[in-house]
């Protein structure tokens, strides 16, 4: 029995990375999946993908930020597949010019954070509000959210990204927190740097080996590390599951951030002692 037989997803930002690793795990663990995404030639290859691997998809082009289409891609599935089990609300904005604007504080654009927040934020949320009353009807469903761990704590350098996902945060206890008695779930994921072309697009070779060293683990995260986290919460597996915020970040945020620093130092040689110190 596959961990996900029969269940009818949602992914949105399926076209790449997380979205498109999840897409073809649940496919694989037996679920039908609606792979949607900004740009429908990248969801139509995912959906090929999955179809060519025995597997079921139907592809559609969503905006995340254009709340009609958020409406019809709950209505549309609804219509294909008569239910919905998991919505799992992954894309956000990608756009590096935003992300470049919201990089010096004393720039801080208004504009820019709400269509972040629109993005990132409000086509989730409002996703939810329209798959929950069918979720509610067929007696339950798992949404999912990636957040980050950037939602953590206060940032230097990116003022609408970690904004957005920590208000996501909010959402998702919100959420679990109103419908979880009726059999509702959700949780968000906040992975670690998985360098996906999101990323890639902003990092340098330096950043991702800073990234490297705080990660504690061998290596970096890969999509599929998120999509295992996503299945898990995806399945029946996770039934008492609801409100969390689960880290996969390869232990990045379970030290203090001067840990690594006292460590190193710890390590590095004593200065040599004065003649005076020595003596005394
Ligand atoms: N990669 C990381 O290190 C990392 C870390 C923390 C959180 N995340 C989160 O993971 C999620 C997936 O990102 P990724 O790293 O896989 O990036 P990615 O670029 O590989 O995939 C993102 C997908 O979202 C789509 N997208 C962009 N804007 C959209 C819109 N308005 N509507 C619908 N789809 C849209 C893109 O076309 C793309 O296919 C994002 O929510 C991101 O914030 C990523």
Known sequence: MHRL??????????GSGIGRASALRFA???????V?????????????????????????????GDF??????????????????????????????????????????PETFDTCMRMNVLGGVLACKHAIPHMLEQGGGS???????????GDTHSFNYGATKATMNWYVQAIAATFGKQGIRCNAILPGAVPTPAMLEWSTPAMLEAFRSVHNSPRLG???????????????????????????DGGMSCMTPFASL????????????TAAQSAS
């Open 5 to 14: 037989q029969d269940k009818i997803s949602v992914i949105t930002g399926a």
């Open 143 to 153: 949404i999912i959210f990636t957040s980050s761990t950037g939602s953590l704590g």
């Open 222 to 248: 890969e999509p599929e590390d998120i999509a295992m986290m996503a299945l898990y919460l995806a399945s029946d597996e996770s039934r008492f599951v609801n409100g969390t915020l689960m880290r996969v």
């Open 28 to 34: 694989a663990e037996g679920a039908t999946v609606v």
């Open 68 to 109: 009609e289409q958020v409406r019809s891609m709950i209505d549309l599935t609804l219509a294909q597949f008569g239910r919905i089990d998991v919505l799992f609300n992954n894309a956000a904005n990608t756009n590096r010019e935003d992300s470049l604007k919201g990089r010096n504080f004393l720039e801080f654009d």
């Open 36 to 64: 949607t995404d900004l740009f429908g030639d990248t969801a139509a290859r995912v959906a090929q993908e999955i179809t060519d691997q025995g597997g079921r998809a139907l592809a559609m082009q969503i905006d995340n």
């Open 262 to 273: 006292v460590q190193q130092l710890a390590t590095a040689p004593k200065p040599m002692q």
